[in-house]
């Protein structure tokens, strides 16, 4: 997995200029709308529109290496049956080793809600013997589509669509590998002080 700890360590930054319990985010004076606006296309600040790309790279990531297009490496040759499933254990090549980490990694992108669709019943991962496990029997069932590709990821443009205190509905425009402009709706929500993408998203129309 190339970038997934990256995001996750960028969130940690990011997440330090949300304006969530503020009254007014921090913006210059002549763009400043009052914080909390429900005004479409309203001006919501920089540092909020970085956590929301951020958030958008981290899903791109979760999507193509962790759970869709690919998974963390594990050890076929160790796997055991695990609750009537096949389990293989993450191996030490893989930048998320432990399941603590990998809930840490999810639950600062998206809600606590979206975090249990995604790890699934049974879970696509799991802790046993102290080690991280990947089920082999899993095959994307949950997630109907395929992974974020050919689509580039690297410079979307946030359009906030809709602000309130609570909910940041949003456009993310990107291009595929074509060039040719492709423009998805996502929605991100204050949870503990914290703005987390709603859902897990797969985007590949």
Excluded at 100 to 113: F, K
């Amino acid at each position: 997995m190339k970038k997934v700890l990256a995001f996750f360590m960028t969130l940690a930054l990011v997440f330090s200029f949300a304006a969530c319990n503020s009254d007014e985010p921090e913006v210059p004076s002549e763009t400043s709308v009052p914080f909390g606006e429900n005004s479409v296309n309203s001006y919501v600040g920089q540092g909020e529109k970085e956590i929301l790309r951020t958030l958008v790279l981290a899903n791109a990531d979760f999507v193509s290496d962790v759970f869709v297009k690919d998974h963390l490496p594990a050890d076929q040759a160790n796997a055991v049956v695990i609750n009537g499933a096949k389990y293989a254990p993450v191996n030490d090549k893989s930048k998320i080793k432990t399941y603590s980490e990998l809930m840490d990694m999810l639950n600062s992108v998206y809600t606590a809600e979206a975090v249990r669709a995604a790890i699934g019943n049974p879970p696509v991962y799991l802790e046993h013997e102290g080690r991280l496990y990947y089920n082999l029997d899993y095959t994307s069932g949950y997630f109907k589509g395929e992974a974020p590709y050919p689509y580039s990821w690297d410079n979307v443009e946030i359009e906030i669509s809709v602000r309130t205190a609570d909910s940041i509905s949003f456009l993310v425009n990107t291009t595929d590998s074509l060039g040719t402009p492709t423009v998805y709706p996502m929605t991100a929500v204050n949870e503990n002080g914290n703005w987390k993408l709603s859902e897990f998203y797969i985007v590949n129309k």
